[in-house]
């Protein structure tokens, strides 16, 4: 977000937020699912993960994160002000927090800022119209992973989904037997990985470049 800025605003910035870095132990929530966003939260220095719950928490879609990394910039502005996912460091994390009033003055004042928030604000809406499948998915399989993509926050890397085979036959309008059967044949090709509960997805982009008959 910084990228670009001048060093003497960097210095002025620094002052200002002297008082507004937080430090967080391995295990704890940085932000919770719903919890009101009131600025910039930006992670300076550790890894995270993101865990987003979806209908009722019959699905929790869990990701990982590293430093530099900033949580939802698209939930600062708007008519939906709330974490869309909650955020939980697997490492000691350094938060930086910039407050709403100086994102405010700094989009105002700053035009290397600004565009670097729009530049942001563009990718995350791109990723969401990759979401949406533009043709029919010819296979259960290919449904499947249309599904954990649309589930996930970040197009790429590694995803645990946690669910019940009997909630994936519910959503997707088909039998568990089947639902079984596709997963196992994912698992053959090294797409994913199952446990009871868990299904492991070690790279979003290699499962969705994979072609399924």
Do not use: W
Request: aromatic share 8%; hydrophobic share 40%; with cysteine.
């Amino acid at each position: 977000m910084l990228q670009g800025v001048s060093l003497l605003e960097m210095t002025t910035l620094s002052k200002q937020l002297a008082n507004h870095e937080h430090s967080f132990a391995e295990g704890d929530y940085i932000v919770f699912q719903d919890e009101a966003c009131n600025g910039l939260l930006s992670i300076i220095e550790g890894d995270a993960c993101i865990e987003t719950t979806y209908f009722g928490n019959r699905f929790c879609m869990v990701e990982f994160v590293s430093a530099p990394y900033t949580i939802e910039p698209d939930v600062l502005y708007g008519i939906q002000r709330r974490y869309q996912s909650s955020y939980r460091a697997r490492s000691v994390c350094r938060v930086l927090e910039c407050p709403k009033s100086i994102v405010t003055e700094l989009m105002a004042s700053n035009v290397v800022f600004r565009l670097n928030y729009l530049n942001l604000l563009s990718t995350l809406a791109s990723r969401r119209r990759q979401a949406s499948p533009s043709t029919p998915m010819p296979s259960l399989e290919s449904r499947l992973a249309q599904f954990f993509f649309r589930l996930s926050t970040i197009p790429k890397g590694r995803k645990e989904l946690r669910t019940r085979m009997s909630d994936l036959a519910i959503y997707l309008g088909c039998s568990c037997p089947l639902i079984s059967e596709s997963l196992h044949r994912m698992q053959v090709q090294g797409v994913l990985n199952m446990r009871r509960g868990h299904i492991e997805i070690p790279d979003m982009e290699r499962l969705m470049n994979t072609t399924f008959v």
